[in-house]
């Protein structure tokens, strides 16, 4: 682990000198720690380290500005930090889902790819079951929501569908089950491929959970490996109404032009769907419009409500407690705290050209100055060749990219062609690697896998260090890869959170040290090994198929 921190120190500027006066002074390396701005080794924990923001009572308002313009693409919600609070276990996202759902009062909405159907996934749904029935009886008027894949959801004779049903039966009218069915999987090739195959045509992939006004952001799915030994991120998001609702209206929205579950196992469309989704001679672009007219009317309610937030607190140099007071009565925050914490939420639904989370994360990666540093993960590592280009030769700034070994690649071992899934992705990542060597940008960005024995990785998202601040300052957060099917094939969302609350960085930046903590930098030597040998026919297939995954 001590390694991993020394890594990282040929990066820094004049880190020559520093250690220079470090020797001079007598200083420890963990009390130079304290200067780095990067994944450093675990012994630097959250004590040692200088928070980056001032007091609780002042705001560096140049933060904010540096982030301003993500509110012209997307709305903005302004909250405390202390209502954010980051979960590092995959039994601690479960056992939260578990105690909001007991807890939840109005609402409950659960939009995942998948539901699966073991135990600890029935133990989740029975806390559900348990809390609409106490609502019912005591006059309560909880009402509970899913979204889930129409094609995930129903793989099997035991799925997300059977596992709902009674719920679904015993509170009909309290109870909604949508699946969504992509306009791009139709006619004859609908038709033939089995399940699984079929999947790679576009899914629902957005992982959103609400309860009442808090929201848990995340991109695990609802089953057992998530809830026990699949590492992933976790987000909750507490007391924030006016976001709680821009989520439900987004799901909301694709909900009602996707299928219903019924009692009995079928599956309706909505009376008022004017096209079906995979049906009819337009090849589905009429759905396509009217799936784009409704989710994009929805996101544009609520920017035309709150993005003066973002443009009050971001485009104002002298922005003075009157300007905070005004924000936090539109905002999420408790009385006498003031809005340290942004939050944009992003939308990525490819099949019908709503890409404001494609157009923001591309926007980061070429506006981010030389002295900033981003470390970006991806369980499934598999760049559009835009991302790729923008990291290569549009950006300037430093990153640490996090990947899944092939031994902690949810594929490994299985049977069959998915087997040669973990391959296919060791192919990417070698092209990327050598893209980068070429390029001579091999200083400035660098590739780490993740493997601890035993477990797989699903983790994505970033976390972004800007020059002069030794925590970080923004994380992205939710369903997507940065890969081709999270950009043109699936629906996706995820959060931009921009703080400068201390405690809220620190959380975020032990974050990172957890999962890069169980990494190892790749090198030439790692493709080398005799397990990194691809076969010959995964190096043909691959860029054949690479926009499917």
Known sequence: MMLLGRRFLRRLPNIGVMLSIAATRNQSMEELATNLPRTLDSQFSQSNIRGSSPGNNSIDFNVFKHFQWIGDVTPCFGVHGSQIQVLNDPNEFYDALKKLSKS?????????LYLGNGKLEQELVDCIYDATKASEEAGGDLRVKF??????????KRNTRTILLPLLKDFEQRVSVALYHTPDLRGLVKRILPERYNETFGVAHMKIYLFDDTIVMSGANLSESYFTDRQDRYIIIRSSRALADFFEEVVTAVSSLSFQLQP????RLPDDLQYHPFEGSHNGALYRQQMKRLVEETISCHRDYDVYISSQVSRQSDVNEQDLDVIGLRSSVAEGQKVDTLIYPLVQMGPFDIRHDEVVTKA???KA???????????????????????????????????????????FGASGVSGAVPDAYT???KQFFDEVTSANQSSRISLFEYLRPGWTVHAKGLWYYLGGHLLPVMTMIGSPNFGYRSVFRDLEAQVVIVTQNNGLQKQLHQEQLQLYGH???????TFNQPVRQIPRWVTYVTPIIRNFF
């Open 427 to 429: 192919y990417i990542a």
């Open 147 to 156: 979204l889930f894949d129409y094609m995930r959801g129903s793989r099997g």
């Open 519 to 525: 990494s190892n930098q790749v090198t030439d030597e």
């Open 364 to 366: 980061l990666f070429e």
């Open 264 to 267: 009995d196992d079928g599956l």
């Open 104 to 112: 939840s009062k109005s609402r409950i909405l659960l939009a995942s």
């Open 369 to 411: 100055p030389s002295d900033t540093t981003i470390l970006l993960a991806s369980g499934y590592f598999n760049l559009t060749t835009h991302y790729m280009q923008s990291i290569v030769s549009s950006c300037k700034a430093h990153f640490d990219i996090l990947t899944a070994s092939p031994q902690a690649n949810g594929f």
